[in-house]
């Protein structure tokens, strides 16, 4: 449970954790609009927006349907499957509330079934239904063991994440990499928030062992070159991001975090050269500003990803 703002035990939910999971919300939701409002030039909060989206992928490490532990059960009743494959569908497709419904009733049928809990619980989490979202993963893990337990510390590492508290974010990925060492997802999660609070070596190290997993993720490897690129080893990052953002197959998001990257490295001419393929001129100008700026700041990944202290 969340104490104090630290990791506890996890017991039956009270009243008492959601309250401060909500009043965290409000003050980070204050914090974002006192930072906005120090912009005056709308021009240039829109290209900070557009830098976040580009730079910050952490949140779409975990797609979808990425933890569906509960697939295909031996015996499930063809009813129930076939909620819960409508759920998955609704939750790929970004319909959310539907999803939710759905899984709620497939819950009803199945109570016992611990990873459609979970399941819920991440689809809350991208609702932004955070409280409801703890009560289903917390829920879930008094009572499961083994692959479910681990995708619920997953999910609350996913959980934490959102709610900008890194530091926990972290020690939940870890729980799920001490019951499977392999964990894709609480590897390369595991690596977004060290980095968010400044252990780059670590999430480094992190990325790594992801990539000895699944040799050229995308995901791990995009990461790996931003985390290099916060520690100041700009040769590196290039080195691994550059193959990835000029390829035919490149996404502008794998390109912009190129543009970013040699922006954080001072070199203005090669960030504005590379954002010219998705971006007009009044916006790389004010990324290039935004850039220069994070260029000043300890930890730019913090910034890049809208994370608050």
Known sequence: MIRNGRLGHHTRATASPYHKLRVSLQ???RIALLRASRFTCRAFVVALTAAIAAACTPLELFEPGAANVAANQPGEPNATADLVARARGARANGELETAVRLYRAAMTAAREDQALRVELGETLTDAGDYEQAYEAINQS???????????????????????????????????ALVENPRNLRALIGRGVALDLTGKFDQAQTAY???????????????????????????ARAVEIMH???TAPTATPRLRQNLALIYGLMGNSELAASISRRDLDEATIQSNLRFYELLRRMPNPAEAVAGIGT
């Open 27 to 29: 003050v980070e939701q």
């Open 141 to 175: 893990l008094q009572q499961s063991t083994g692959a479910v337990r681990e995708a619920g510390y997953v999910a609350l590492g996913r959980l934490f994440f959102k709610l900008r508290r890194p530091t926990e974010s972290a020690a939940f990925f870890e729980k």
């Open 208 to 234: 790594l062992a992801a990539l000895e997993l699944s040799p050229g993720d995308t995901r791990a490897q995009n990461n790996l070159a931003l985390s290099y690129a916060f520690a100041g080893n700009f």
């Open 243 to 245: 193959p990835m953002a």
